[in-house]
């Protein structure tokens, strides 16, 4: 397995308003690979997913493609031919609600090809089969468990056959059944297709699972990057504590109370 890095994130920096979110984020994402970031809820794992779909703007030279194209100098249709070689898979699946199944994993070639309806529609039903939802293109999104949108969402994200996957919280409010045929699946696009994936996530055990680097970040910054073994036995107390599911110390009410009062506890 080749380790070249289709991505590099170099020194990104990001802002909402005048709040900075990331703060000088560089790792990369070998290809034909998954890659795992995690960390906690608001540490700035999907303000990155959003910087590397071009959903956010990006400075010149935080995110380089293919070794040598700068995503943050890209024209309008330089970035257009960039989306087109990915998929991305939504938190919740994110499917139009008044389309059948089989109606929205259509969409993007419907938006992006000039292929014909039966050919669209061949390519659907190969797509569902390939998420086990092959029997429910009639169905709507309202009709879908929470693991079948998720996976409806993966079917749509994979019509077009995409070089990089992007998947943002998949295993999310799922149970441990469910989130394990995910598992499986983002394993077998890795397997069978050579397909890039990055994977966002919380859940230590999915991404132990399914990673062949793990990049963990806190408060916007990578405390850790490695494999899940180089992880594992990291030293980092922060790491550690993330790892081993340990609760921040609680802030003594005392202390609390002289530092909303702007006061020195005695």
């Known amino acids: 397995m080749t380790t070249e890095n289709i991505i590099e994130i170099r020194g ?17 994402i070998p290809r034909h690979q998954v890659t795992v970031i995690m960390g906690v809820s608001g540490c700035g794992k999907t303000t990155i997913l959003r910087h590397l779909t071009g959903l956010k703007k990006t400075g010149a030279g935080q995110i380089i493609v293919d070794g040598g194209q700068d ?28 389309l059948s199944l089989a109606e929205n994993i259509a969409t993007p ?3 992006h ?15 569902l089969n390939m998420v086990g939802l092959a029997e429910f293109g009639d169905y709507m999104p309202s009709q879908l468990s929470g693991g079948m949108k998720k ?17 943002d919280e998949p295993s999310s409010g799922l149970d441990p059944i469910t989130a394990a045929g995910l598992d ?38 990578v405390m850790a990057a490695g494999s899940p073994e180089e992880i594992r036995n990291g ?4 790491v550690r504590q993330f790892l081993s599911r340990e609760a921040d110390p609680q802030i003594q009410p005392e202390s609390y109370y002289e530092r909303l009062l702007g006061r020195t506890a005695t």
């Open 12 to 28: 990104l920096n990001s802002f909402y308003n005048t709040s900075q979110v990331l703060f000088d984020i560089s790792f990369a």
């Open 113 to 127: 090809t000039k292929l014909a309806d039966e050919t669209i529609r061949i390519m659907g039903v190969m797509k």
């Open 109 to 111: 070639l419907k938006v």
């Open 235 to 238: 030293k980092d107390p922060r």
């Open 151 to 167: 996976r409806a969402g993966l079917a749509r994200a994979l019509i077009m056959d995409p070089e990089i996957l992007f998947v």
């Open 71 to 98: 995503l943050g100098t890209f024209s309008e249709t330089m970035l257009m031919q960039y989306r087109r070689r990915m998929g991305v898979l939504f938190q919740g699946g994110a499917l139009f609600n008044s």
């Open 184 to 221: 499986r699946l983002i394993l077998e696009l890795r397997e069978v297709y050579g397909m890039t994936v990055l994977v966002v996530t919380h859940e230590l055990e999915s991404a132990f699972k399914i990673a062949d680097r793990v990049v963990v970040m806190d408060k916007g910054t």
